[in-house]
C-alpha cells in the first residue's frame, strides 16, 4: 500500500477505517524499517504476520517471482511441488554465487538480503552469548556431523603435523565418530564413569591418556555440553 493505494481505499470505504488498518500496517513495517536499519535481533519477538510479511515481500525480490518472467538460464529456480513452493515462500534460487555462499545472487536479491540479514542476526546473539570479539559469522545449512568434521579440520592447521588422534569423551552419538573418521583422525574412546544415577567423563582417564598418547599428537578433545541421559553433559 502507498499513499495513491491508500486514497483510493479511502473511496470504497469510510476513511476512518482505512486509516486503521493502514496503522497496523505501517506498525509492522516500522519493525521491518528497524531490522535493516540496524541489522540485529528484535528486542521483542515478531509475531508470525509480521514475519510471513517480510519473508512475502523478500521473496517478491526474487527473479523467478517476477510477474511474465520465464527464466530459461541453467539456474533458474522451478518448483515441481507446490506444496514445497509454500513451505520456502517461493524462495529457490538459493544464495551466493560460484562457490562463494556470502556472495549476492543477482538473480535472487530477496533471498541475498535474507541471507545478510540472518548472518547479521546471528552475529548479534553470539555477541549477546559473550563472544563480544568475533567480527562476522556465516550460517550454513549442516547438521553436527559435518560441521564437526570441517572444526577437526580446521584444527588441523593449528596443530602440530603429527596430532592425528582425538580424544573423545563417550557419547552414543554415530556423528562423533563419523566425523573424527570422515576428516582423517583416529578416535580414542574415553569410557566415562558412573557417579551416582548419571555417565560422567573420567577426568582422571583423560589426563592418562593424554599422558600416553602425548600433547602434540592430539589434535582436541571432543567433548559436549548437550546430551541425552544416562550420559551427563560436560562442564
Avoid at 506498525?27 to 531490522?35: A, P, V, W
Avoid at 506444496?83 to 544464495?95: A, E, P, S, T, Y
Avoid at 582423517?184 to 574415553?190: A, K, N, R, Y
Wanted: aromatic share 4%; glycine share 6%.
Amino acid at each position: 500500500m502507498n499513499e495513491t493505494t491508500d486514497h483510493l481505499a479511502s473511496r470504497i470505504i469510510p476513511a476512518t477505517y482505512v486509516a486503521q488498518g493502514l496503522q497496523s500496517i505501517r506498525s509492522r513495517e516500522n519493525k521491518i524499517r528497524i531490522l535493516l536499519e540496524h541489522k540485529k535481533c528484535p528486542e521483542e519477538g515478531w509475531d508470525d504476520s509480521t514475519i510471513e510479511m517480510l519473508l512475502h515481500h523478500l521473496s517478491m525480490m526474487d527473479s523467478n517471482n517476477f510477474p511474465s518472467n520465464c527464466g530459461v538460464g541453467e539456474r533458474e529456480s522451478r518448483f515441481a511441488s507446490s506444496l514445497v513452493q509454500r513451505r520456502h515462500f517461493r524462495m529457490g534460487h538459493g544464495i551466493g554465487r560460484s562457490g562463494d555462499l556470502s556472495e549476492v545472487q543477482p538473480k535472487a536479491a530477496g533471498s541475498s538480503l535474507l541471507n545478510k540479514l540472518t548472518n547479521s542476526m546471528l552475529l548479534d546473539v553470539i555477541k549477546i552469548a559473550g563472544g563480544t570479539k568475533v567480527k562476522c559469522c556465516l550460517l550454513v545449512p549442516m547438521a553436527t556431523g559435518m560441521v564437526l568434521t570441517l572444526c577437526l579440520l580446521t584444527l588441523r592447521d593449528k596443530r602440530p603435523k603429527s596430532a592425528r588422534y582425538v580424544l573423545w569423551p563417550r557419547i552414543d552419538q554415530k556423528s562423533c565418530i563419523k566425523c573424527m573418521v570422515t576428516a582423517g583422525f583416529e578416535p580414542v574412546v574415553v569410557e566415562g564413569k558412573l557417579v551416582e544415577d548419571e555417565l560422567q567423563t573420567d577426568i582422571d582417564e583423560l589426563h592418562r591418556r593424554i599422558s600416553l598418547l602425548g600433547a602434540d599428537n592430539i589434535l582436541c578433545v571432543l567433548s559436549t555440553t548437550s546430551c541425552f541421559a544416562p550420559r551427563g553433559p560436560d562442564e
